[in-house]
């Protein structure tokens, strides 16, 4: 890796599975490494100790694998408690990071006060006005603080803000402007001690040297407070890039929690991991959305700069067709292992035969029970019987390719009048028990001479 090459990380929560909007989160990091030779890095963000869990993070590792991205570097958060502690400890010796104590209901209460009076709802820093022998009666009382980083939104006084633009210029959305003093001072740190993924989430981006933030348009805000605590903690502030949000069909945002459009819901429904990675990164931008067959086409058609500002909304329907291109078109060197897992492997040219035919890949078993004559054969029609016998009559003789439905079809046509789909259905329904499928033409060398002759009277 050269100095210039950039690196990203993707930082799910493992507090349950991936859903596409977080795919589309860690496709763009993937793609936008790739492109440039970089790396990527899966940082399961797990502060949350009681609701992460090593199921979701396994869970989290085998969806990556599975769309094709395997991390250069996985860390996770439960591990860095003590550096994370450290910074911290400096910030409060810096007078950066304070306590405060009040509850949860006091600061609703005051937020709503302010919102009654049409005024922002900004936290008014009271408690940095609390005296030593105050916070010792507060926690005499039993009480703990909560931790507040105090954002550099003032000249001489914290209580006399003003306006203070952050600009970042966003690899996604361009120029964008956030003023610290519209925002209330974040919490760092809860009662219990636990850290909000704020804090850790700057530690570990300045440790990992990580070089772009890519993430959904939902933290823009956090980015503008995130700068002022990445210049409070580190000399080097990485580039950002804020995605838009993927909703459903009713324009609903989607949730790792209720399990919508999982990832690995996906995956048992039998969608191909690149139908779901193209429609991922794909819409939403003004690109078309096309089935691209490899993260690597995928990356050379990716481009950030295409993404739209406003939300998408995704339809599991709009997989359908991109999963249908992708397996119509695979070649079988691509295909080989996945009809041997399913022990459905009976060489190309069956592959080639039925590959039109399916819209799922596990379809092809249905193919292979066709061929190897596993069916209900249907009853033959009274003013077929006739028609059939003639045509096991002027069965080809082998070698069998391509050829041989036009020539014996050809030879039915000249002996018995009979064209069109009366020429051909008798002979499909009685060589597949079936009255659509693949093109005869590539199917009946792929079931042979011998079995042809068996399925006809
Ligand atoms: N764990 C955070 C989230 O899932 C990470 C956000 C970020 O990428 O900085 O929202």
Same mark, same amino acid.
């Given at each position: ?16 599975? %991936? /859903? @596409? ?45 599975? %769309? ?67 916070? $010792? ?40 402007? !956030? ?32 070089? /772009? ?14 700068? $002022? ?12 890039? /804020? ?19 999982? @990832? ?15 429609? $991922?990164?794909?819409? *939403?931008?003004?690109?078309?959305? =096309? ?6 086409? %995928?990356?050379? !058609?990716?481009?950030?700069?295409? !993404? ?8 599991? *329907? ?7 291109? %992708? ?9 080989? =292992? ?8 009976? *060489? =190309? ?18 193919? !292979? ?41 050809? $030879? ?7 064209? *069109? ?37």
């Amino acid at each position: 890796m050269t100095n210039s090459a950039p690196i990203v990380r993707f930082a799910p929560s493992p507090t349950g599975r %991936l /859903h @596409i909007g977080n795919i589309r989160t860690a496709l763009y990091n993937w793609l936008f490494a790739k492109q440039q030779g970089g790396d990527f890095i899966l940082r399961l963000d797990d502060t949350d100790q009681e609701r992460s869990t090593k199921e979701f993070a396994q869970g989290i590792v085998e969806d990556l694998a599975w %769309l094709g991205m395997v991390a250069d570097r996985t860390e996770k958060q439960s591990d860095r408690f003590k550096t994370y502690d450290a910074v911290a400890d400096d910030l409060r010796a810096r007078g950066l990071l304070y306590p405060c104590y009040e509850s949860a209901a006091e600061i609703d209460r005051k937020r709503k006060r302010l919102m009654a009076r049409g005024l922002p709802p900004v936290y008014d820093r009271a408690a940095l006005k609390l005296t030593d022998e105050e916070k $010792a009666e507060l926690e005499a009382k039993g009480q703990r603080p909560h931790w507040r980083f105090l954002l550099p939104n003032y000249a001489e006084s914290p209580f006399e803000t003003q306006r203070t633009e952050v600009r970042f210029d966003d690899v996604i959305r361009g120029e964008q402007t !956030v003023d610290l003093a519209s925002m209330s001072d974040p919490v760092l740190i809860r009662e219990d001690g636990t850290y909000l993924y704020t804090l850790p989430s700057v530690v570990d981006d300045l440790d990992m040297g990580v070089t /772009h933030v890519i993430r959904g348009g939902d933290h823009i805000t956090n980015t503008g407070a995130q700068i $002022a605590i990445f210049e409070a903690v580190g000399q080097r502030v990485p580039q950002f890039g /804020h995605h838009n949000l993927l909703q459903d069909a009713s324009g609903e945002g989607l949730s790792k929690r209720t399990g919508a459009l999982s @990832i690995a819901s996906l995956r048992e429904t039998g969608f191909e991991p690149m139908a779901v990675a193209s429609l $991922a990164t794909l819409i *939403g931008t003004g690109q078309a959305v =096309e089935a691209c067959a490899n993260l690597t086409d %995928l990356a050379a !058609v990716f481009d950030p700069s295409k !993404v739209s500002k406003s939300n998408a909304k995704f339809s599991v *329907g709009d997989l359908d067709g991109l999963n249908d291109k %992708l397996l119509h078109e695979m070649d079988y060197g691509e295909a080989q =292992e996945r009809l041997v897992a399913l022990d459905a492997d009976l *060489g =190309e040219a069956f592959w080639l035969a039925v590959r039109p035919n399916i819209h799922r890949f596990a379809e092809v078993r249905g193919w !292979v029970d066709v061929v190897e004559g596993h069916f209900e054969a249907l009853p033959v029609a009274a003013e077929d019987a006739e028609y059939i016998s003639t045509a096991a009559e002027l069965l080809p003789a082998e070698p069998w390719d391509e050829t041989v439905w036009p020539k014996w079809t050809g $030879a039915l046509k000249e002996r018995t009048g009979r064209k *069109g789909k009366q020429l051909f259905m008798p002979l499909r329904k009685a060589l597949t028990g079936l009255e659509h499928g693949p093109d005869m033409r590539q199917l009946l060398p792929v079931i042979g001479w011998e079995r042809t002759r068996r399925r006809l009277p």
